[in-house]
């Protein structure tokens, strides 16, 4: 029996010392033991460092890599977003962080729980996760608050939005792209709640992680964009109110220019129910 072809997608901002292992990692386990096909897409955006090459030098090695390259600093969402758009050429399509967090087998354990759910998640805070070096305090403390405003907005009863690796059906990602804007770390929120609100069924699992060095994290201003993107997908599903505040409207792309975050895209809200 075949499995159903895997495109996975990698976002990478500057990932030339990080990538080339994890590259060659992937191509060569999934190759390995994945017995449907697969394809994986790096997707670069703004990089100015050689990351292009290292994708390339991997890619002559394995026909299975290859790249997206966007000049322009459209963020880790606004890979994903563009990413995204390539659904058609797989059944499931998912994505992990280029730094290795995510170990091949973890990512392949998402693909292997597909059953009876449309997207299966990543999590570090389910009882069974194992986290092989851990997140500082300060950045644990900072993913524990934002997992508060989350679950008090959002009410997905998801213990963990923002581990990098998720995996999703073709249908989909298809249904609630046009719902997609965030293009910021909190991304994952934009993807998780057009899927929620879609009907579309989540499952969440414990994985194993290792944080790794060279995070492109700066703690208190990615936190304060975080917020305030979860903030404004809050406020697109609730459309008086997103209304009311249109004349603050030229006040957010100052805000997000001024917080050097990539500015979200206009989206309209994912249909409930399906
Ligand atoms: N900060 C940032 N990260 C990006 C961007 N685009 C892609 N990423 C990727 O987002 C992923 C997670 O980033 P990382 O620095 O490992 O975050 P952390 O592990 O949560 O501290 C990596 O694959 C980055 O390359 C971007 O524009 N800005
Ligand atoms: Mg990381």
Not at 161 to 176: F, H, L, N, W
Request: hydrophobic share 45%.
């Amino acid at each position: 029996m075949t499995a159903p072809s895997l495109l996975l997608l990698i976002p990478a901002y500057n990932e030339e010392l990080r990538l080339e292992p994890v590259l060659r990692d992937y191509a060569r386990y999934f190759h390995d033991h994945y017995r449907g096909r697969f394809q994986l897409v790096v997707v670069l955006n703004g990089c100015t460092d050689n990351t292009l090459g290292v994708v390339q030098r991997v890619a002559a090695d394995y026909p299975a890599v290859s790249a997206l390259d966007f000049p322009e600093p459209i963020g880790k969402g606004g890979a994903l977003i563009e990413g995204l758009k390539l659904a058609p050429l797989a059944d499931l399509i998912g994505y992990v962080d280029a730094d290795g967090a995510t170990p091949p087998r973890a990512f392949h354990e998402l693909a292997q729980h597909m059953d009876g759910v449309d997207c299966v998640i990543g999590s570090r805070w389910l009882p069974g996760a194992v986290l092989h070096v851990e997140q500082s305090g300060r950045r644990r403390f900072a993913s524990r608050a934002f997992h508060l405003i989350v679950q008090i907005l959002f009410r997905m009863n998801l213990q963990d939005t923002q581990c990098g690796a998720k995996v999703m059906r073709r249908e989909a990602i298809q249904a609630v792209h046009s719902s997609l804007c965030i293009a910021d770390m909190a991304f994952d929120i934009n993807l998780l709640y057009s899927l929620h609100r879609a009907g579309y069924r989540i499952r969440e699992i414990p994985t194993e992680w290792t944080d790794q060095i060279g995070s492109k994290v700066t703690l208190a201003r990615t936190s304060l964009v975080m917020f305030l993107s979860a903030l404004r997908i809050w406020l697109i599903y609730s459309p008086r109110i997103y209304r009311l505040l249109r004349p603050l409207r030229p006040l957010e792309g100052w805000v997000y220019r001024k917080l050097r975050a990539p500015q979200p895209r206009p989206a309209s809200p994912a249909q409930s129910p399906r």
